[in-house]
Structures are given as structure tokens and as C-alpha cells.
């Protein structure tokens, strides 16, 4: 059979044999064989990203442990008590000093200067060493591992006080008990060493357990 002429493109064109697709069709697989895509190329799922960003981002949106917020705060609040008591300090120097100018006494006006100066470097040294747990709670939201460590060393430090202070009014308390009425004074005055420790605890344990929090990926 003639197809006439091949380069006429109005001519009868020729037809591909029986059973075979033409050019840009998919390949039929073989009988028992599951169909793939196009090209014999399996086609595969797109990867999902953790976190939802390409490259994945873990714990960038992480949220501060209760622990580490709570050790936050009382950061915080004990500093701005320690700058108090500087500030009380200064003010009650000055005031002592004041107070003890106009004794006609020299050896009162000198005790007065002493005390004046006194109060002003311990007032000095009490704001200084506020800065330190008020500095660190402020950078605790950035979460860097070198914050943790200073809050950590921090509470360390108020738990070792507070150890002491008790153990001076146990001591103070047990040589008090000859002494009539004293006793109950000594016991109250335990108090303030026992919040001291409760507070540097929680500090401790609470920045302690947040250690993923503080080593995660920075971005």
C-alpha cells in the first residue's frame, strides 16, 4: 500500500504500528507490575519541614519553662530588694551623720562621719550586687547557656547565705534558751534565712531542669 508522498503534509501520514504508543505517551507497565509516572519515574511525596519552615527552625518558637520563668521573677524581685537596701543604707548613713554633726562632742561627730561613710560604701556595694540577678532575669528571654550559668551561680550563692543565716540563729536560739523571753524573738528572726533559701532553691532547680530551653538553636 502507498502512502503517497512523504513530504507532502497533506498526504496520508503513516500510522504507528498496532500496540505501540506514540512518542510523549507513558509506557504501559507489564501485566502484574503497578504503574509508575511519567518517564518510569516513581513519583514521591514532598518532604514536609518540621516546624513548618523550609530547612526546619527546631525551637525557635520554643516557650520558657515554668521553671525558668518563675526563676526569672524572683531574680527580679531580689534585686530590686537589694537595691532598697542600698538605697536604706545610704540614706540611713547620711541621716546618722547628720544627726550626730551637731553633738558639741568631737568623738560624736567623728562616730557620725564613720558611720555616714560607713552606710554610704555598704549601700554602694548592696546596689552593685543587685545588678547581677536584675542584669541576668532581663537577659533570661534570649535564652543564652552563659545566663543560665550566672543565674545559677547566683542562686547558688543566696542558698549558701541562707544556710548560714540559719545556722547562726539555731546557734543564737540555742544560747538562748537560758534567757527568758528570747527565744521567740530568735525564732522569727529564722524567717528571713528560711525565704532566702526557698527563693535560691527554686532559682537553682528551675534553671537547672531548663536546660533544652537554653540549647536550642539560636536564629
Known amino acids: 500500500m502507498s502512502f503517497g508522498d512523504p513530504h507532502n503534509p497533506y498526504g496520508q501520514q503513516p500510522q504507528a504500528p498496532q500496540g505501540q504508543p506514540g512518542y510523549g505517551y507513558p509506557q504501559q507497565a507489564p501485566q502484574g507490575v503497578p504503574p509508575q509516572g511519567g518517564y518510569a519515574y516513581p513519583q514521591q511525596a514532598p518532604q514536609a519541614y518540621p516546624g513548618g519552615y523550609p530547612g526546619g527552625y527546631p525551637g525557635a518558637q520554643m516557650e520558657m519553662p515554668g521553671g525558668a520563668k ?118 522569727v528572726s529564722v524567717l528571713p534565712s528560711l525565704i532566702s533559701l526557698a527563693l535560691g532553691l527554686t532559682i537553682i532547680i528551675g534553671l537547672a531542669k531548663a536546660g533544652d530551653y537554653f540549647r536550642r538553636p539560636q536564629y
Open 70 to 187: 518563675a526563676a526569672r521573677v524572683i531574680l527580679f524581685i531580689v534585686g530590686a530588694l537589694q537595691a532598697l537596701g542600698g538605697l536604706f543604707f545610704i540614706i540611713g548613713g547620711a541621716v546618722f551623720a547628720a544627726a550626730l554633726s551637731d553633738s558639741s562632742s568631737s568623738s560624736a561627730e567623728d562616730a557620725g562621719a564613720i558611720a555616714g561613710t560607713a552606710g554610704v560604701v555598704v549601700g554602694v556595694l548592696f546596689i552593685g550586687f543587685a545588678l547581677w540577678p536584675i542584669l541576668t532575669a532581663a537577659k533570661l528571654g534570649k535564652g543564652r547557656g552563659g545566663v543560665r550559668v550566672s543565674g545559677i551561680v547566683y542562686g547558688s550563692l543566696q542558698t549558701l547565705f541562707a544556710v548560714l543565716g540559719i545556722l547562726v540563729n539555731l546557734v543564737a536560739l540555742g544560747a538562748s534558751e537560758h534567757t527568758t523571753g528570747s527565744g521567740g524573738l530568735t525564732a
